[in-house]
């Protein structure tokens, strides 16, 4: 059963989505992340709806720090010691802290598609998770004696958003299944860095983003297959089309099959576009 607009209560889940994309300091932004999943499970919050809230911002919130640069501008991350383990941590911060307004943009900027209560009861429970893989990966970086936005940082990863913002399918295609995906490709061999130089606390951190990434991405497949059942499209052809026409990267082997297949997202998805490496 879909569930409606509660037009009683301007504090919706709309509201506070919209709130915490807007939030430009990144302590707010995960406070509001991690209130608002405890007030949507708690049923104390209705869906709310844009209409009552606004639209979602265009860009979302940030702090004066860091830098942000356009990806061909970055310059390249240290290979070594402290100074590497630094660069890699605040590079997979910023990826958390614009996969935190990523999810909630999705949960606020969709709102008025007819969508079943487990939608954002999948969806909130991602938002808290974006939330909690930031907070640890930016403690892992005070214990190192750095802080998020004390290196640049690129600004590519919003695109996606732009791309995808009138287009429910296109966003669970691109954001789940082929950027979140990405993540279950190169993060057990990260860990299994860390693990060889003796960073049992970074290879900990990465562990925890493992396993919440596969359930990210199973999110993702469950609910692109619920909008192709809903029009009858066959979900593998209809994710090579979105994919072609809203993605501006490549998509690279090697795959993690296995944990892709346990999310739900077979070969078939994304095997037939790896040609796209050139």
């Given at each position: ?5 509660d037009?009683?209560r ?31 499970y708690?049923?104390?919050?209705g869906?709310?709806s844009?209409s ?29 010691g ?37 939608y954002?009861?999948?969806w ?6 974006e ?9 892992r ?23 995808t ?9 691109i954001?789940?299944?082929v950027l ?25 951190v ?14 993702g ?21 979105l ?36």
């Open positions: 059963m879909s569930i409606t607009a037009t009683d301007a504090d919706t889940l709309v509201a506070r989505a919209n709130a915490i994309v807007r939030a430009t300091d990144t302590a707010e932004k995960v406070r509001l992340a991690y209130d608002t999943a405890k007030a949507w708690g049923r104390h919050l869906l709310g844009l009552l809230s606004g639209p979602m911002p265009e860009r979302p919130g940030r702090p004066e720090r860091p830098v942000l640069l356009a990806p061909r501008d970055m310059p390249k991350r240290a290979l070594g402290d100074a590497g383990k630094i660069a890699l941590l605040h590079s997979l911060a910023h990826i958390e802290l614009n996969a935190v307004d990523l999810t909630w943009d999705l949960i606020g900027r969709f709102a008025d598609t007819r969508l079943p209560r487990s954002y009861d999948d909130v429970r991602v938002g808290l998770e939330a909690k893989h930031f907070s640890m990966l930016e403690d970086l005070g214990e190192l004696g750095a802080a998020y936005g004390d290196l640049p940082a690129h600004d590519g990863l919003w695109q996606a958003a732009q791309s913002g009138r287009d429910l399918a296109a966003r669970l295609a954001i789940p299944l979140e995906a990405r993540g279950l490709d190169i993060t057990p061999p990260m860990i299994e860095k860390a693990e060889a130089l003796g960073d049992h606390a970074t290879a900990r990465l562990g925890v983003i493992y396993r919440d990434e596969k359930n990210h991405v199973a999110f497949a469950k609910w692109f297959r619920f909008l192709c059942d809903r029009t009858g499209e066959r979900p593998e052809p209809k994710f090579h089309e994919v072609r026409t809203h993605f501006r990267g490549a998509l690279k082997p090697p795959f993690n099959d296995r944990a892709r297949s346990e999310a739900g997202l077979t070969p078939g998805f994304y095997r037939p576009l790896a040609k796209l490496t050139g």
